[in-house]
């Protein structure tokens, strides 16, 4: 038995294949690397280089392998590109997730794990936030990976097939061993460009906001570490073989962290007091987002190892340091 990785050379598939790995299971990446890295995907893995959507490709490789399950990371993941780009948004995330699961039903394949994500509950009321929120995503982004997940939820009662959707809250770190980090140029995400920061690679970063009602009037998320996330993955694995059926679950720890206590995390840990500007509000951001992870412990048993913010940073750092260090070289 072999999981497909898809999306397996970028920043939270490439933890996912050394997790895998790391259980002795058989992994196949296909990605076209248009964000990732090859260097990204270990030696044990095979790497397909191609689309999700080449449906050729994918049941060849589906075949070939006898793969038995499929982790779906591969995707467009920045919210306010997405807005000045819906159309693309919808092909790489929805049309082509449709072609990718109509080949696994095509090819027999009955597990399927998808990356979904906290956008599709937009501006929670309550928070934390339950599987069973309103889902009011807010970007086409949010939209085109909840569209996936109503598309899963149909094919799943109309065939021999289940799934688990993840709704990940806030994913940073990087892999304890230093295997693997993010690497994404230009990433957007708030402890990675304060660890760019600390490490010289930016001059200076910016606070978006500091007028939100919380408690210190900048935004608050659910930040969970890299490699807790896929090991719930590997565990929706293991209960997808068992044949407990699908499920939708948030994926995050159920407290929240302002944006200055992440930048004082990152400066207190990397020893820098780098320049950090104020900023205007940043359109589309939600005051606070935070998960109930309930579910994610009762049904996956997940039991997080990583749930410290300065452990978090730590990882993100050691990785950021080494990136450093090759552009060096
Ligand atoms: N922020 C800054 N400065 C920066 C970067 C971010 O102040 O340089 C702030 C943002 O304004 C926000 C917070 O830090 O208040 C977190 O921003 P991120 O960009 O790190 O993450 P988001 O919460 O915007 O988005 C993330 C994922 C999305 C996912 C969403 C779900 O990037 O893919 O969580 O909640 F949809």
């Keep these: 038995m072999t999981v497909l990785v898809t999306g397996g050379a970028g920043y939270i598939g490439s933890h996912m294949v050394w997790e895998l790995l790391d259980h002795g299971e058989e992994v196949v990446v296909l990605d076209r690397l248009s964000t990732g890295f090859d260097w990204a995907v270990p030696e044990a893995a095979e790497l397909v280089v191609g689309d999700i959507g080449d449906q050729k490709l994918v049941e060849q490789t589906m075949k070939r392998r006898g793969v038995d399950a499929v982790i779906h990371f591969a995707g467009s993941i920045i919210v306010p590109e997405s807005v000045s780009d819906p159309l693309g948004y919808y092909l790489n995330n929805t049309v082509k997730s449709r072609a990718l699961i109509e080949s696994a039903v095509r090819c027999g394949v009955k597990h399927f794990i998808f990356s979904s994500t906290a956008a599709v509950y937009g501006s929670p009321e309550k928070i934390p936030v339950t599987e069973e929120n309103p889902l009011v995503?807010?970007?086409?982004?949010?939209?085109?990976k909840l569209m996936t997940e109503l598309m899963l939820r149909d094919t799943a009662a109309a065939h021999d097939f289940a799934y688990t959707a993840l709704r990940y809250f806030n994913v940073s770190g990087a892999d304890p061993k230093?295997?693997?980090?993010?690497?994404?140029?230009?990433?957007?995400?708030?402890?990675?460009?304060?660890?760019?920061?600390?490490?010289?690679?930016?001059?200076?970063?910016?606070?978006?906001?500091?007028?939100?009602p919380t408690r210190d009037g900048t935004c608050v998320r659910d930040y969970i570490h890299v490699s807790d996330l896929v090991n719930a993955h590997y565990l929706a694995l293991e209960r997808l073989r068992k044949g407990r059926g699908s499920l939708v679950a948030n994926c995050g720890y159920g407290r929240g962290y302002s944006v200055l206590e992440v930048i004082d995390t990152v400066k207190r840990v990397s020893g820098k007091n780098f320049a950090v500007a104020k900023s205007g509000r940043r359109p589309g951001d939600a005051v606070a987002i935070v998960a109930s992870a309930e579910r994610c412990f009762a049904e996956l048993g997940w039991k997080p190892a990583h749930d410290d913010l300065e452990e978090i940073v730590t990882h993100a750092l050691n990785w950021e340091n080494l990136l450093a260090r090759r552009n060096r070289l």
């Design 137 to 144: 995503p807010e970007s086409p982004y949010g939209t085109s």
């Design 178 to 212: 230093k295997r693997t980090g993010q690497s994404t140029k230009g990433a957007t995400h708030l402890i990675k460009v304060a660890c760019e920061t600390a490490t010289g690679k930016r001059p200076h970063m910016e606070v978006f906001g500091e007028d939100y």
